[in-house]
């Protein structure tokens, strides 16, 4: 696969993603971030949870450089993202949207082209390899046998195999994925996360995905970082974010606890429910 | 009609490429005041370059050349700008006027029109007796050159004036900007009705109005023609960078900008190409109504939406279309009228008026009759948008 032609940031060991002490506040008033800071190793999966409203989706913005902090760093493999130009910046990070609409007439083909556009010299012509590069991701996501038919005639699962083809055919070493189950029935929630171990496994990037589903972050991620009004409270493996005392100070006491056995990611893994948790009769 | 959308487009552009030439000697060679064949257009350029002598219907065919230059150039120009703002809205709906380029040239024009007390060809073709030759030639350059400007500048100040006030923080929003533009577009009618108004009993500049509004290719000089075709070229020469940028925002600004496009600068881009193009049209012919509309539309359900092959048919529909109009009017009409004389008195006469309609009234009512046709029969994809 080619990587982006600049060697200055690829010192050994620098992180793929550095935030320190990132502050927004939107015109409206309200305090989005508030000292937010992350560091994400190269070929990391890291989940970020938290309740409505912590901030979450207005942090990968800024991770992703389509929103700039008030003060703070962002780091993208060592440069700052803001400093990077978009096509560059587009070479080394990608985001899959929750949902896209996109405008009828084109198609998942054509969908996932787009994601080659950062790499496109300068009369913007798609070449033998950007085609090949999309027809290999959408056949890494199941979507080969689609790949003719509207973008807008998809259904959820198929238009989350066409978001995710698009991304890595942008071979862009990290993708940012927003609330990328938030919309989907139990099935495709799997099915998603399912594309992104492929392309955290089988195509090696370096993920972080914004959720509300601790589930799923904790059977799929290596690591959790836990948010609360604008910054990380609590950051680690999943069975050190996911206790009862981390976990009532920020969602409330009523929910109930257990454990996975095995999970994909390998090992025994925590869950929380939301659990209304009746009186005692006998109290 | 199974061809796939790409051989469609190939198709489309080269007949239309083959018709557009074909057309201009056609409306060249044929017209209410004569017919001279195929081959005028030619005479007329031999004899404008001073290859041969002029022949003695030199300067009837030279304006009917330039007639259809200026549908061309005007047609091209305002489907070009249509399909260009429909890709940057992200609506189908979307054309060039909600930028305020119609209503700014209009009043830019009303304006000129009762400073010079009219608008004719009259004004810049005979010189006026009793002033000086240098005079005479000033009074002719104004009389010609002040309503173009003038509608010029009015429509680059509109669609400017919008654009700031649509800027909030150096990001300007789609929503801001419709919004903000009704609200000009809604002050700058309002200006030009008690313009208007003011200037009833002024019968001459009345008229010029009126038939401003309505557009008119009638009697343009070359000056015209090169005011229209530089906005053209210069919205024609940006295709290339914004074509494919246009497809990345069929997802929306945030998600193209993620793929590594600059939203900012094709908004950029395409706001300019689109003022300039549809302001050196407008301030030259007047109002066409509908092409902006109603080509790309079309266009873009036969060749699909990508822009690389969108904008470029559009651009040769458009001007197909503009000069079909003149063809149909100057060509066809008298011919039509000739053939019903003797059985229809009145139909003949019906024929020779639609001759000296305004083309931008033609437009409008074969345009808006075709476009409630079209919403009505695949409404949900029109306006779901």
Same mark, same amino acid.
């Given at each position: 696969?080619?990587?982006?032609?600049?060697?200055?940031?690829?010192?050994?060991?620098?992180?793929?993603?550095?935030?320190?002490?990132?502050?927004?506040?939107?015109?409206?008033?309200?305090?989005?971030?508030?000292?937010?800071?992350?560091?994400?190793?190269?070929?990391?999966?890291?989940?970020?949870?938290?309740?409505?409203?912590?901030?979450?989706?207005?942090?990968?913005?800024?991770?992703?450089?389509?929103?700039?902090?008030?003060?703070?760093?962002?780091?993208?493999?060592?440069?700052?993202?803001?400093?990077?130009?978009?096509?560059?910046?587009?070479?080394?990070?990608?985001?899959?949207?929750?949902?896209?609409?996109?405008?009828?007439?084109?198609?998942?083909?054509?969908?996932?082209?787009?994601?080659?556009?950062?790499?496109?010299?300068?009369?913007?012509?798609?070449?033998?390899?950007?085609?090949?590069?999309?027809?290999?991701?959408?056949?890494?996501?199941?979507?080969?046998?689609?790949?003719?038919?509207?973008?807008?005639?998809?259904?959820?699962?198929?238009?989350?195999?066409?978001?995710?083809?698009?991304?890595?055919?942008?071979?862009?070493?990290?993708?940012?994925?927003?609330?990328?189950?938030?919309?989907?029935?139990?099935?495709?929630?799997?099915?998603?996360?399912?594309?992104?171990?492929?392309?955290?496994?089988?195509?090696?990037?370096?993920?972080?995905?914004?959720?509300?589903?601790?589930?799923?972050?904790?059977?799929?991620?290596?690591?959790?970082?836990?948010?609360?009004?604008?910054?990380?409270?609590?950051?680690?493996?999943?069975?050190?974010?996911?206790?009862?005392?981390?976990?009532?100070?920020?969602?409330?006491?009523?929910?109930?606890?257990?454990?996975?056995?095995?999970?994909?990611?390998?090992?025994?893994?925590?869950?929380?429910?939301?659990?209304?948790?009746?009186?005692?009769?006998?109290? | 009609?199974?061809?796939?959308?790409?051989?469609?487009?190939?198709?489309?552009?080269?007949?239309?490429?083959?018709?557009?030439?074909?057309?201009?000697?056609?409306?060249?060679?044929?017209?209410?005041?004569?017919?001279?064949?195929?081959?005028?257009?030619?005479?007329?350029?031999?004899?404008?370059?001073?290859?041969?002598?002029?022949?003695?219907?030199?300067?009837?065919?030279?304006?009917?050349?330039?007639?259809?230059?200026?549908?061309?150039?005007?047609?091209?120009?305002?489907?070009?700008?249509?399909?260009?703002?429909?890709?940057?809205?992200?609506?189908?709906?979307?054309?060039?006027?909600?930028?305020?380029?119609?209503?700014?040239?209009?009043?830019?024009?009303?304006?000129?029109? !009762?400073? %010079? #007390?009219?608008?004719?060809?009259?004004?810049? *073709?005979?010189?006026? =007796?009793?002033?000086? @030759? &240098?005079? /005479? +030639?000033?009074?002719?350059?104004?009389?010609?050159?002040?309503?173009?400007?003038?509608?010029?500048?009015?429509?680059?100040?509109?669609?400017?004036?919008?654009?700031?006030?649509?800027?909030?923080?150096?990001?300007?929003?789609?929503?801001?900007?419709?919004?903000?533009?009704?609200?000009?577009?809604?002050?700058?009618?309002?200006?030009?009705?008690?313009?208007?108004?003011?200037?009833?009993?002024?019968?001459?500049?009345?008229?010029?109005?009126?038939?401003?509004?309505?557009?008119?290719?009638?009697?343009?000089?070359?000056?015209?023609?090169?005011?229209?075709?530089?906005?053209?070229?210069?919205?024609?020469?940006?295709?290339?960078?914004?074509?494919?940028?246009?497809?990345?925002?069929?997802?929306?600004?945030?998600?193209? !900008?993620? %793929? #590594?496009?600059?939203?900012?600068?094709?908004? *950029?881009?395409?706001? =300019?190409?689109?003022? @300039? &193009?549809? /302001? +050196?049209?407008?301030?030259?012919?007047?109002?066409?109504?509908?092409?902006?509309?109603?080509?790309?539309?079309?266009?873009?359900?036969?060749?699909?939406?990508?822009?690389?092959?969108?904008?470029?048919?559009?651009?040769?529909?458009?001007?197909?279309?503009?000069?079909?109009?003149?063809?149909?009017?100057?060509?066809?009409?008298?011919?039509?009228?000739?053939?019903?004389?003797?059985?229809?008195?009145?139909?003949?006469?019906?024929?020779?008026?639609?001759?000296?309609?305004?083309?931008?009234?033609?437009?409008?009512?074969?345009?808006?009759?075709?476009?409630?046709?079209?919403?009505?029969?695949?409404?949900?994809?029109?306006?779901?948008?």
């Amino acid at each position: 696969m080619r990587t982006a032609p600049n060697g200055t940031s690829n010192e050994s060991g620098a992180a793929a993603l550095v935030a320190r002490d990132v502050r927004l506040t939107y015109p409206n008033g309200v305090r989005a971030l508030d000292g937010a800071s992350i560091s994400v190793a190269p070929g990391e999966f890291l989940a970020i949870i938290g309740p409505n409203g912590s901030g979450k989706s207005s942090f990968l913005r800024v991770l992703a450089g389509l929103q700039p902090a008030d003060s703070g760093q962002v780091l993208l493999e060592g440069d700052a993202v803001s400093a990077l130009e978009a096509r560059e910046r587009a070479r080394r990070v990608a985001l899959v949207p929750q949902t896209l609409d996109v405008l009828p007439g084109y198609s998942v083909e054509d969908f996932v082209l787009m994601g080659r556009y950062s790499h496109l010299s300068g009369w913007r012509l798609y070449t033998r390899h950007d085609y090949e590069v999309a027809r290999e991701c959408l056949k890494r996501v199941d979507a080969a046998e689609f790949s003719t038919r509207g973008m807008n005639e998809m259904s959820g699962g198929e238009r989350q195999r066409a978001l995710v083809a698009r991304a890595l055919a942008q071979e862009a070493r990290t993708v940012l994925l927003d609330e990328p189950t938030s919309a989907l029935d139990l099935s495709h929630q799997l099915l998603v996360y399912r594309l992104i171990h492929e392309m955290h496994r089988g195509a090696g990037r370096t993920i972080v995905v914004v959720t509300h589903d601790l589930n799923l972050a904790s059977q799929f991620a290596q690591r959790l970082a836990l948010m609360q009004r604008g910054r990380m409270v609590s950051e680690g493996a999943p069975a050190d974010v996911l206790r009862r005392e981390v976990l009532e100070k920020v969602y409330g006491s009523e929910l109930a606890y257990g454990m996975f056995e095995r999970t994909i990611a390998g090992g025994s893994r925590p869950w929380v429910l939301p659990w209304a948790r009746p009186e005692t009769s006998d109290t | 009609m199974m061809m796939p959308p790409r051989h469609r487009a190939i198709w489309l552009g080269a007949v239309l490429l083959f018709l557009l030439p074909l057309l201009v000697l056609v409306a060249t060679g044929y017209s209410e005041t004569g017919r001279y064949g195929m081959l005028s257009a030619a005479r007329v350029m031999l004899a404008e370059l001073g290859l041969t002598a002029p022949s003695a219907e030199h300067d009837i065919l030279k304006l009917r050349l330039l007639r259809a230059l200026c549908a061309v150039g005007v047609g091209g120009s305002l489907a070009l700008a249509g399909a260009m703002t429909q890709g940057l809205f992200r609506n189908p709906l979307a054309e060039p006027g909600l930028l305020g380029v119609g209503s700014g040239a209009m009043l830019g024009a009303v304006v000129a029109i !009762a400073l %010079l #007390g009219g608008y004719g060809p009259d004004m810049w *073709t005979r010189p006026q =007796a009793g002033d000086g @030759l &240098a005079a /005479a +030639a000033w009074t002719r350059v104004v009389a010609l050159g002040l309503v173009p400007l003038l509608a010029f500048v009015g429509a680059l100040a509109a669609t400017f004036t919008i654009y700031r006030l649509a800027t909030r923080q150096g990001r300007i929003s789609v929503a801001g900007l419709l919004l903000t533009g009704l609200a000009i577009n809604a002050l700058l009618g309002a200006l030009m009705a008690a313009l208007q108004v003011l200037l009833l009993p002024d019968w001459q500049a009345s008229r010029a109005i009126i038939a401003w509004g309505f557009g008119t290719f009638d009697d343009r000089s070359l000056f015209h023609i090169v005011v229209v075709w530089s906005g053209a070229l210069v919205a024609l020469a940006a295709m290339p960078l914004v074509a494919l940028e246009l497809d990345l925002l069929a997802g929306g600004e945030d998600d193209a !900008a993620t %793929l #590594g496009a600059d939203p900012a600068r094709v908004k *950029t881009v395409v706001l =300019a190409c689109v003022a @300039l &193009a549809t /302001a +050196a049209s407008v301030s030259v012919s007047g109002q066409i109504a509908f092409v902006g509309l109603l080509v790309p539309h079309v266009t873009r359900l036969l060749v699909g939406p990508h822009h690389r092959r969108l904008l470029p048919v559009a651009f040769l529909a458009g001007a197909t279309l503009l000069l079909l109009v003149v063809v149909f009017q100057h060509g066809l009409c008298p011919v039509l009228a000739e053939w019903v004389a003797a059985g229809s008195p009145r139909l003949a006469v019906a024929c020779r008026r639609v001759t000296s309609m305004q083309p931008g009234a033609l437009t409008s009512l074969l345009g808006a009759p075709f476009f409630l046709y079209l919403l009505l029969r695949q409404g949900r994809r029109v306006l779901g948008g």
